[in-house]
């Protein structure tokens, strides 16, 4: 989920550029916190306490901060002027993976004890890379 975020705040300051020459003091600034808030959450979890509802309180929070920044990604692109629906991608993805996560964090009793949550979770997740096969082409 940190990555996500990490690569998704990168997008927004175009710094993923392959042929940048010189890295940017932002992208180490970037690059330190999300490394730093990496090392907080591994050490809180293996050497102050284990908590379950942490880690999910923590990739939930950090999941709606890289939605978050997603959306801003494609108003200020349409904004800009970029033009088509490829700008507008990103916020389509967020929805539709919201919607795949609220099957993981809103639980219910199983369908004829065979079809939970978790499980349409697991089959939300095939279309995403079908779309992700697609964008890249």
């Known amino acids: 989920m940190l990555y996500g975020l990490y690569n998704a705040g990168l997008r927004v300051a ?3 550029k392959r042929n ?5 003091p932002y992208v180490l600034a970037w690059t330190g916190l ?9 050490y809180y979890l293996s050497f102050v306490t284990f908590s379950y509802s942490y880690n999910m309180a923590a990739n939930v929070t950090v999941g709606i901060l890289q939605n978050l920044v997603w959306i801003y990604f ?8 970029t033009r088509g629906i490829w700008v507008w991608t990103p916020v389509f993805i967020v929805a539709y993976v ?3 996560m609220s099957l993981e964090l809103f639980d219910f009793f199983p369908i004829a004890d065979a079809l939970d949550a978790h499980a349409l979770w697991h089959a939300a997740t095939v279309p995403m890379v079908f779309t992700r096969i697609f964008l890249e082409g």
């Open 14 to 16: 175009d710094s993923h």
């Open 20 to 24: 940048q020459i010189a890295i940017r």
């Open 34 to 42: 999300c490394a730093g808030a990496f090392l907080a959450h591994v």
């Open 74 to 81: 494609s108003v200020t692109r349409s904004r800009e002027g």
């Open 98 to 100: 919201s919607f795949a």
